[in-house]
C-alpha cells in the first residue's frame, strides 16, 4: 500500500524555524518526484515546493522562496522541507505528495495526511 | 504565480450535470495540457481525479470527465450524486517550472 506520513508540525514563534519530513512507503520512491503543498485554515491549496527523483532539481514557490528548503534522502525514503524565517502566514496544513517521474506533468497522484504548522507568538 | 480561477460555488440537484472552470494563462494551463483536478471532502487530504486535463485514475467514476479550451480547463460532473459535495481545485503545470492550483471550488447537491 503506498503511503506518504508527514511528521515536524507543531507551534512556533515567529522567526523561528521548523523542518518537516515526508516518509514513503509502499512504493518506489526513487522513480516519483515529491511535492510540498500547504493549506492555510479554511482556504485553498496552494503549491510550495518540489524535488526531483536525484535531489538533483527543486522548484519553489515565490512566496517560500530563500526561506524554505527542500530536500530528500533516498536511503531513508524521505523528504524534507525546511522551513525558516517563519511568518504567521506561514500557518497551514503542509501535505506531501507524488508525481511520476515518467509523467512529470502528471499530477499529485497520491497525498499524505498532512501536518500542521502554526506560527504564533 | 497568480492563483488559477475558479468560481468559489457551484451548485446542482441529484442527477444534474454541473461544471467548474479553471483559468489561467498561456503560461500556464493554455501552454501545458498538463492540468489535473482534486476533490477534497472536510478534514481528508485531496484525491486525484483527473490529470493531464481528461484522463481519470484507474478507481475513478467516469461521471467525472476534464476538457480545455484555450486557458480555460473544466471539470464536469455528470448524474450528480451527494457524495460528490466536496471542494474541487485544479492544478497546472506553468512555465517558470513551477505548479499552480485554482482556489477551489465549493459543491454542493441540492
Known amino acids: 500500500e503506498v503511503q506518504l506520513v508527514e511528521s515536524g508540525g507543531g507551534l512556533v514563534q515567529p522567526g523561528k524555524s521548523l523542518r518537516l519530513s515526508c516518509a514513503a512507503s509502499?512504493?518506489?520512491?526513487?522513480?516519483?518526484?515529491t511535492h510540498w503543498v500547504r493549506q492555510a485554515p479554511g482556504k485553498g491549496l496552494v503549491w510550495v515546493s518540489r524535488?526531483?527523483?536525484?535531489?538533483?532539481?527543486?522548484n519553489y514557490a515565490d512566496s517560500v522562496k530563500g526561506r524554505f528548503t527542500i530536500s530528500r534522502d533516498n536511503a531513508k525514503n524521505t523528504v524534507y522541507l525546511q522551513l525558516n524565517s517563519l511568518t504567521a502566514e506561514d500557518t497551514a496544513v503542509y501535505y506531501c505528495?507524488?508525481?511520476?517521474?515518467?509523467?512529470?506533468?502528471?499530477?499529485?497522484?497520491?497525498w499524505g495526511q498532512g501536518t500542521l504548522v502554526t506560527v504564533s507568538s | 504565480q497568480s492563483a488559477l480561477t475558479q468560481p468559489a460555488s457551484v451548485s446542482g440537484s441529484p442527477g444534474q450535470s454541473i461544471t467548474i472552470s479553471c483559468t489561467g494563462t498561456?503560461?500556464?494551463?493554455?501552454?501545458?495540457?498538463?492540468v489535473s483536478w482534486y476533490q477534497q471532502h472536510p478534514g481528508k487530504a485531496p484525491k486525484f481525479m483527473i490529470y493531464?486535463?481528461?484522463n481519470r485514475p484507474s478507481g475513478v467514476s467516469n461521471r467525472f470527465s476534464g476538457s480545455k479550451s484555450g486557458n480555460t480547463a473544466s471539470l464536469t460532473i455528470s448524474g450528480l450524486q451527494a457524495e460528490d459535495e466536496a471542494d474541487y481545485y485544479c492544478?497546472?503545470?506553468?512555465?517558470?517550472?513551477?505548479?499552480?492550483f485554482g482556489g477551489g471550488t465549493k459543491v454542493t447537491v441540492l
Open positions: 505528495g507524488r508525481v511520476p517521474m515518467a509523467a512529470g506533468g502528471m499530477g499529485i497522484d497520491h
Open positions: 509502499g512504493f518506489t520512491f526513487t522513480t516519483y518526484w
Open positions: 524535488i526531483r527523483n536525484d535531489g538533483i532539481e527543486t
Open positions: 498561456s503560461s500556464d494551463v493554455g501552454g501545458y495540457n498538463f
Open positions: 493531464e486535463v481528461s
Open positions: 492544478s497546472s503545470y506553468t512555465s517558470s517550472a513551477t505548479w499552480v
